[in-house]
């Protein structure tokens, strides 16, 4: 199977910018365009449905929603409504969510949320009258949806690090995304903790490419820092310098996230990030393919500014990558 191509998006950006980079990434041969979900930007569907209007092959998808900030049935409804905008190339990301403590929302048992909420959806998708009654969500019998869906079982990613996330994917997804992850290392224990051959794994990390290398690096160290402390304990594989994770976060508490990034030594930065030369990305990218990924996620903010990158992704990585 070949393995996909992706571009990860943050939802930050006027409208109109989205359709611009959508055509251009699609133009260029990805694969895949994503929109992330973090807390505070906007809400993914915006990005996706302006995406939708501007592409005609490309798959596209949230990653990710989370069942503690918008329940099943509204969840369901957007990727139903991606679904039909793009003509069936919509896919569903779901994730227990980052940073919702910021707004006030608990996240009890994450894996019972999760795997609930991905069967309410798809009972919904699937026009399914017989209701569900379960710990955390219920669909009274005959609770249905009141309009048409392009397709009742879209692809479902599970994003998840850990074992017990990991294993739920294994169990009820079509992918698993490791976000925040350059890592090659990471990927047979990803396989390990599936257990399913047949679900794909999908790494994605920040990404900053430019003929100017070093500029990459500095700009990709500086938004590096800003979530080491989240996904540095996730990744068993890899020992940091101790107090590295301390520094990095103090600094970025203060508001200091570029002195933040200057502690990152290049070989933890090169596990949590792709930046760098069009050839040192493509050789990141070619590791995580020749380890059995089955799509590689470049993210924000792809280089020194978002149209470079997508550019220079296009024209300068794609084609040295053997996939």
Known sequence: MRTEIGLGLQSDKPAGTYARLARAAEDAGFDV??????????????????MAGATSRVRLGPACLNPYSMAPYEI????AALDLASHGRAYLGLARGTWLGAVGLP???????????????????????SGYAGRMFTLHPGTVLRYDRHRTDP???IGAWGPRGAALAGRIAD??????????????????????????IVLGAVT??????????AKARTEVAMYLAVVADLDPTVTLPDGL?????RLVGAGRHESAGRLIPDDVLDRFAFSGTPAQVAAQAQALIDAGVRRVEFGTPHGLTDDRGVDLLGSSVLPLLSR
């Open 245 to 249: 994770v301390a520094a990095v976060s």
């Open 76 to 79: 369901a409804g957007q990727v």
């Open 107 to 129: 996240q009890p048992r994450p894996i019972t949320a999760l795997t609930e909420a991905a069967e309410v959806v798809r009972r919904l998708l699937r026009g399914d009258r």
């Open 208 to 217: 900053v490419v430019d003929t100017d290398g070093e500029a990459a690096r």
């Open 33 to 50: 365009l994503t929109v992330f979900g973090d807390l505070m930007y906007q809400p993914p569907i915006f990005p996706l449905l302006e």
């Open 175 to 200: 992918e698993i995304k490791v976000g925040g992850s350059a890592n090659p290392d990471m990927v047979p224990v990803i396989r390990s903790r599936v257990g399913n051959d047949d679900v794909g």
């Open 155 to 157: 692809p479902l990613l």
